[in-house]
C-alpha cells in the first residue's frame, strides 16, 4: 500500500527547512488521527493506520536517509518536557506510542476535556532507563502506577508513571491474537488514564511516553538481504541497539541499516530480522519515527 499523496507543502517543507522534525512529526500525527476518524473498529484502526505510517517511514528513508541523524539528535537535545510545563501535573505511559495515543486523546476529548496534541520524543536508545536519565526529575518524585483496578490518589500528585501499557505490550509474542490483544492493551491504557485524570485536582494535565514501539509482523517492517540479516543476528541479536565498544558495523552502515549516534550502533527505521526463542511482537530500542516519535496530550481541566 502507497502512502496518501504527501501534499506539495510536505514536500516543499521537507526540501527546505533545516530542521524538518516538525514536518516529519506534524505528519505522523496527522495519520493516526486520519485513521481513527476513517476507522471505528480498533482492530480495523491499527492495521489501517500501520499500513500507511509504514509506508510513509519508507518514503522517509528512500528520499531523506539522513532524517533519522536529525531524529537521533532531536531525541538527545529536546530540553525536559517536564520543564515546559512547570505548573501541571504529568501521567507517564510506559510504552505508549502514537497509535494508542491518539485513542487516548479522542476519548478524553468526546468526554468533555480540552485537549490537545502534539509529540515529543523518546531517549537514545529508545528505552525506558535512558528516557529516565534525560527528563531531569527523580524517579523518587513519581507516584507508580503498577494495578489498574486498584487506583489510589490523594489528587495533588504532581508526577505520576503507569507500567502500562509496556507491560502488556512485552506480554504480546508471536502466535497469540493480535487484534484482541491490542483492543484489551488499548482498553487498559484508556482506563488508567481515565481514572487519573478524574481524580487529580491539577487544572493542567501533560499525558506523555517514554518510547513508542514498531511492530515485527511480516507487512509492517522493511526485509534486509541474506547477508545483512546474518551480521544483524550475529551483531545485535534481539536487540534494536548495542554499545559501540568494539564492535565492527561499517558494512551495516553503509548498507543504510544502521545508524552511529551518542555511543550506540541503532538499527534504522523498520528494519527487522528473525531470531530463535521467545520474541515479542512490539520491539523498541532503535530509532525509527514509531519509536522515536512519541504522543504529548495536554488536558485543562479549568
Not at 534525560?134 to 489528587?155: Q, T
Not at 551495516?252 to 545508524?259: A, H, K, Q, S, W
Not at 516519535?293 to 485543562?300: D, K, L, Q, S, Y
Request: with cysteine; charged share 30%; aromatic share 12%.
Amino acid at each position: 500500500m502507497k502512502h496518501s499523496k504527501l501534499s506539495a507543502e510536505f514536500i516543499k517543507s521537507l526540501i527546505e527547512d533545516e530542521n524538518p522534525i516538525h514536518t516529519v512529526g506534524n505528519e505522523l500525527v496527522e495519520i493516526w488521527l486520519k485513521a481513527s476518524r476513517e476507522n471505528n473498529n480498533i482492530g480495523e484502526f491499527y492495521y489501517k493506520g500501520e499500513e500507511e505510517a509504514k509506508s510513509f517511514e519508507e518514503f522517509i528513508l528512500k528520499v531523506y536517509g539522513e532524517f533519522y541523524r536529525i531524529l537521533a539528535r532531536e531525541c538527545i537535545n529536546e530540553p525536559s518536557i517536564f520543564q515546559k510545563y512547570g505548573d501541571a501535573s504529568f501521567i507517564v505511559m510506559d510504552g505508549m506510542s502514537f497509535r494508542e495515543g491518539v485513542l487516548v486523546y479522542n476519548t478524553l476529548k468526546s468526554e468533555g476535556y480540552e485537549t490537545r496534541l502534539n509529540f515529543g520524543f523518546s531517549a537514545i536508545p529508545s528505552e525506558t532507563l535512558e528516557f529516565r536519565d534525560k527528563m531531569g526529575v527523580s524517579m523518587s518524585n513519581f507516584k507508580e502506577i503498577n494495578n489498574p483496578e486498584n487506583i489510589r490518589l490523594g489528587g495533588d500528585e504532581k508526577f505520576l508513571w503507569s507500567q502500562f501499557p509496556d507491560v502488556m505490550l512485552d506480554k504480546i509474542q508471536v502466535g497469540r491474537t493480535v487484534i484482541s490483544s491490542l483492543e484489551k492493551m488499548y482498553e487498559t491504557t484508556a482506563k488508567i488514564v481515565e481514572d487519573l485524570v478524574d481524580k487529580l485536582k491539577s487544572d493542567k494535565i501533560i499525558i506523555l511516553s517514554d518510547h513508542g514501539y514498531i511492530r515485527s509482523e511480516a507487512g509492517f517492517v522493511f526485509t534486509v538481504g541474506e547477508r545483512a540479516k546474518r551480521r544483524l543476528q550475529d551483531v545485535f541479536g534481539s536487540k534494536r541497539y548495542i554499545a559501540m565498544n568494539d564492535v565492527e558495523v561499517k558494512d551495516l552502515i553503509r548498507g543504510g541499516y544502521v545508524e552511529e549516534f551518542g555511543g550506540y550502533y541503532l538499527v534504522k527505521s523498520r528494519y527487522i530480522w528473525p531470531v530463535r526463542g521467545r520474541y515479542s511482537i512490539y520491539i523498541h530500542g532503535g530509532l525509527s519515527l514509531m519509536e522515536c516519535f512519541t504522543p504529548v496530550i495536554e488536558v485543562n481541566k479549568q
